[in-house]
């Protein structure tokens, strides 16, 4: 089945920086890759996605970036702010969304003021 | 519009009892979706039903837990003799359309935790 990985676990930043956070999968099926974002105590909450035939995703000061030769795909946060502090979870499914999505480990990100 | 709703919102119980969750989807979403999540760890898929269909078990899913969505709306997931293992999040996800190219939108979930 689909792994995927997520790197790094906890990342900090100065408010106003960019963030980064990476993700790899296994299954070369796999065909959609959505970003969803945790606060605490509530429920995951899509913020991206971005499916195999683009290369790169952009809404406002997020974007996603798809590499499928190598398998790996990126967030990218520009301008951050403090309500950007949350846990950033990456997921991959080979049913474009339908079936189950597997999900890498999350990403806590602090935006430090 | 109204997103995915979760009852109850944090459930005690103890070792050995049954509990019954309920998920209601965002109207007319044909597709609902089942994950358990640790502390520390991403949802991990459980289920999904396309209407009333059960169309996939993840093996986490042992034979203490069933699930059923009888008409095709909201849906229940049950725990049979719970055991310590089984405290976890449990978040229920639902989609539209009927195609493959959906986004799946999660609600608050259920916070249980077994004595």
């Known amino acids: 089945g689909e792994n995927v990985e997520q790197h790094p676990s906890t990342l900090s930043v100065q408010e106003g920086d960019s963030a980064v956070i990476k993700c790899t999968y296994s299954?070369?099926?796999?065909?959609?890759f959505p970003w969803y974002k945790q606060e605490l105590g509530k429920g995951p909450q899509l913020i991206i996605d971005?499916?195999?035939?683009?290369g790169e995703k952009k809404d406002q000061r997020i974007a996603v970036t798809l590499n499928k030769t190598a398998k790996h795909f990126s967030l990218h946060i520009t301008e951050t702010q403090p309500e950007d502090s949350a846990v950033y979870f990456c997921?991959?499914?080979?049913?474009?969304?339908?079936?189950?999505?597997?999900f890498g480990k999350g990403t806590h990100l602090i935006i430090q003021p | 519009d109204t997103g995915v709703s979760q009852d109850p919102r944090h459930k005690i119980t103890k070792r050995g009892q049954n509990v019954t969750f309920r998920c209601d989807p965002i109207?007319?979403?044909?597709?609902l979706y089942w994950y358990r999540q640790t502390l520390g760890q991403g949802p991990e898929f459980l289920t999904y039903?396309?209407?009333?269909?059960?169309?996939?078990k993840s093996r986490l899913l042992s034979d203490r837990f069933s699930a059923e969505r009888p008409k095709g709306s909201f849906s229940t997931l049950e725990i049979q003799r719970t055991e310590q293992g089984d405290s976890a999040m449990y978040l229920c996800?639902?989609?539209?359309?009927?195609?493959?190219?959906?986004?799946?939108?999660f609600g608050p979930g259920t916070r249980l935790t077994v004595l």
């Open positions: 996800a639902s989609s539209s359309g009927q195609g493959l190219e959906v986004e799946q939108f």
């Open positions: 299954d070369s099926a796999s065909n959609y």
């Open positions: 971005i499916r195999s035939n683009v």
């Open positions: 997921a991959a499914s080979p049913g474009g969304g339908a079936d189950g999505l597997t």
């Open positions: 109207s007319e979403h044909n597709r």
């Open positions: 039903f396309q209407n009333e269909a059960q169309l996939e």
